[in-house]
């Protein structure tokens, strides 16, 4: 097995909105995908991604946080902080990281209904951009879609360091079927997507070790990087 830094992954996973600077003022929720709903119209898959991103932000942090995180960004997720505290190989239990991996489920399998949705639709809504303006590279779906598996398998990689046997994390994951959820939404989008899969193959090459650790290898399989 290839040697990787868990450490390393659940940091890239949380730097697109763990570190960033506070906002001054409340952060709405995304424009181009709230405009987009509002006009009743088709949302293409750049803007479901879009929206899957921002929705699982909460419960990456939830799985990914420290104490040492936490402390230098206490703003970072104030349910996780009032409610819980931070994972360690003490509270790291299948109890408390199976309701956190269903809500994801939860909010992946209500992307990928509409997904689903724009199935026989024409390529030029399939991959409109968030604010309908453009049709998007093939390309631009892949980083998106990366970006989501590399932030959750980022995320899982930590909780694999403070856990005190892999095997919690591995039942907490059986129980609440992931893996299927995972194919569910990769596949589904290389249906809809035309050469997806050249685009996306080198975005995700360094999960390979973290999916064989947690017995994913049927997500590994629907991305042929195994």
């Given at each position: 097995m290839r040697?990787?830094?868990?450490?390393?992954?659940?940091a890239a996973a949380l730097a697109p909105f763990a570190f960033a600077a506070p906002a001054p003022a409340p952060v709405p929720a995304p424009v181009e995908a709230r405009d987009v709903a509002v006009r009743g119209e088709t949302q293409g898959v750049p803007a479901i991604l879009t929206g899957l991103q921002v929705n699982l932000q909460v419960n990456i942090v939830e799985l990914s946080a420290s104490s040492i995180l936490l402390?230098?960004?206490?703003?970072?997720?104030?349910?996780?902080?009032?409610?819980?505290?931070?994972?360690?190989?003490?509270?790291?239990?299948?109890?408390?990281?199976?309701?956190?991996?269903?809500?994801?489920?939860?909010?992946?399998?209500?992307?990928?209904?509409?997904?689903?949705?724009?199935?026989?639709?024409?390529?030029?809504?399939?991959?409109?951009?968030?604010?309908?303006?453009?049709?998007?590279?093939?390309s631009v779906v892949a980083q998106l879609l990366a970006d989501i598996l590399i932030a959750l398998f980022g995320a899982l990689g930590f909780v694999l360091t403070v856990v005190a046997d892999v095997s919690i994390l591995v039942d907490a994951i059986v129980s609440c079927a992931l893996g299927s959820c995972l194919c569910g939404l990769i596949s589904i989008i290389l249906q809809l997507v035309d050469g997806l899969l050249a685009c996306l193959i080198p975005l995700v090459l360094s999960l390979v070790d973290v999916i064989l650790t947690l017995g994913l290898n049927v997500v590994g399989d629907v991305l042929q990087i195994l």
């Open positions: 040697s990787f830094n868990l450490f390393a992954i659940a402390s230098k960004q206490p703003r970072i997720c104030l349910r996780f902080i009032f409610n819980s505290d931070c994972l360690t190989s003490a509270n790291a239990t299948v109890e408390v990281i199976t309701p956190i991996l269903t809500d994801i489920v939860t909010i992946i399998g209500e992307a990928v209904i509409d997904l689903k949705a724009l199935v026989g639709a024409d390529i030029s809504v399939i991959l409109c951009s968030v604010d309908g303006t453009v049709t998007v590279a093939v």
